[in-house]
């Protein structure tokens, strides 16, 4: 990622030029999980974190990513940027050795998320867990090295701390202590559940009417078990913030939860994953406390995963790069309304992606059409699922206009305000919509 690192440098060159009094800044710690929704209850296991970080900060109900999907949504968290500005991935980085520019201390899992029998880069070296119930846990390890890192830290030099725990992604593996939690629970049978998308997109067309009953079954443990990752998570905050509070840095210090996407379980006949412009995948949890902010304030202002950067840096008192495309919400968090922001609009875009093998048992898919299958040849993305949105927000209007760079020029409207879950497709009525939006795939 060619700017992943370039905030953190920010941070790390800044905290230690000694022309800067730095007993006067902050301490971050930010809490990144990873496809944790919060349309479909995604934040209701988090007890102690709504406690911890709620209770006494700020609540971001109209909290979006810009791109559903991780690893470009990371990378946008880290630079302020669109995805089509940063351009996640590149050779020269990954590998077990590379460490990216600024990290005094880095720790990352070696490949996608997982619970048991991983790797980790400790630092540029090659670190591998098994399957050990008590030492293995990945969240619980994290959370042990978060802890690790903390007893380094003081009062004088601040720290910039990012976690980003597996949970609730899949593999949908809990700790043993939590695995027979919520087992009563199923997942929300939203309005849009289990019922194909009339008038969709290419993808969502080719989704079943109705979802089997063997699926449903399949998405209620999928819900239960991604509720019970959560548990592991919820720990891990109350033992940061218990190490802050004995450490005597908890009131100088901002704490930041949020996810990196949203996620959909049964919507639209699609059985679990994200990747799609409707509301379930593209909001997601803020949570914010720390010097200065009110407690147990909610901000409906709408604030997106590019809006992070800016926001770390204005409260560590760093000028914020002008080739950012978001901006600070500092203004909302300590109550500046001179400086409320007038933006009511803003992107949402994503890039399909499909395999150029064939998926095993679903002969209707050609090579290259669509990526992984994962239950009963119900496909979550396609080279086809590639749109860029207008998401509108504000006292006035909410609604959601997209185009697809597909064959068909394919386009999707909703008022979200008359039809919260998106079931009816309004597109040809936003004619305006589409040469907007169009013109920004010629561009």
Not at 331 to 351: A, C
Request: charged content about 20%; aromatic content about 14%.
């Amino acid at each position: 990622m060619k700017n992943f690192s370039l905030l953190i440098y920010y941070f790390f060159v800044f905290i230690l030029n000694k022309n800067f009094c730095l007993n006067h800044l902050p301490n971050f710690v930010v809490i990144l999980t990873d496809d944790q929704d919060v349309s479909l209850g995604g934040l209701t296991p988090l007890k102690k974190t709504y406690s911890i970080v709620k209770k006494h900060g700020a609540d971001f109900p109209n909290m979006f990513v810009t791109t559903p999907l991780c690893c470009p949504s990371r990378a946008s968290i880290l630079t302020g940027k669109y995805a089509h500005n940063h351009e996640y991935g590149g050779k020269g980085t990954g590998g077990v050795k590379h460490i990216p520019l600024g990290w005094d201390k880095w720790i990352g899992l070696v490949g996608n998320s997982c619970y048991y029998n991983y790797s980790l880069s400790v630092d540029g070296k090659l670190v591998k867990h098994g399957s050990n119930p008590e030492k293995d846990y990945l969240t619980n390890v994290i959370v042990d090295h978060a802890l690790d890192f903390l007893s380094l830290q003081n009062q004088t030099v601040p720290f910039f701390m990012f976690l980003s725990p597996p949970a609730p992604h899949a593999p949908f593996e809990p700790f043993s202590a939590y695995k027979n939690r919520f087992s009563n629970i199923s997942a929300p049978r939203t309005p849009n559940f289990g019922i194909g998308g009339k008038r969709k997109h290419w993808l969502l067309r080719q989704a079943p009417k109705n979802l089997p009953q063997s699926v449903i079954e399949s998405v209620d443990d999928v819900f239960r078990n991604r509720w019970r990752t959560l548990l592991s998570v919820d720990d891990g905050v109350h033992e940061i913030y218990k190490k802050l509070k004995r450490m005597r840095l908890l009131e100088n210090t901002y704490i930041f939860f949020t996810s990196d996407n949203g996620f959909h379980l049964g919507q639209f006949s699609l059985p679990w994953d994200k990747r799609q412009l409707y509301e379930f995948d593209i909001r997601v949890p803020l949570l914010v406390r720390g010097p200065g902010i009110r407690k147990n304030i909610e901000i409906k202002h709408p604030v997106l995963n590019i809006d992070l950067a800016p926001t770390f840096l204005e409260l560590a008192n760093i000028p914020i790069p002008k080739d950012f495309d978001g901006e600070s919400f500092v203004p909302y968090l300590k109550n500046i309304k001179e400086r409320f922001s007038n933006r009511t609009s803003f992107i949402i875009e994503h890039q399909g992606e499909s395999t150029n093998k064939r998926i095993p048992g679903c002969p209707q898919y050609k090579p290259g059409e669509v990526h992984t299958c994962e239950i009963d040849c119900i496909c979550e993305d396609s080279w086809n699922n590639t749109y860029i949105c207008i998401r509108k927000l504000s006292k006035e209007e909410n609604f959601i206009s997209c185009i697809f760079n597909d064959k068909e020029n394919f386009g999707e409207a909703y008022n979200i305000t008359k039809d919260p879950f998106q079931m009816k497709n309004l597109f040809p009525s936003f004619e305006f919509a589409f040469y907007r939006v169009n013109s920004l795939f010629r561009n």
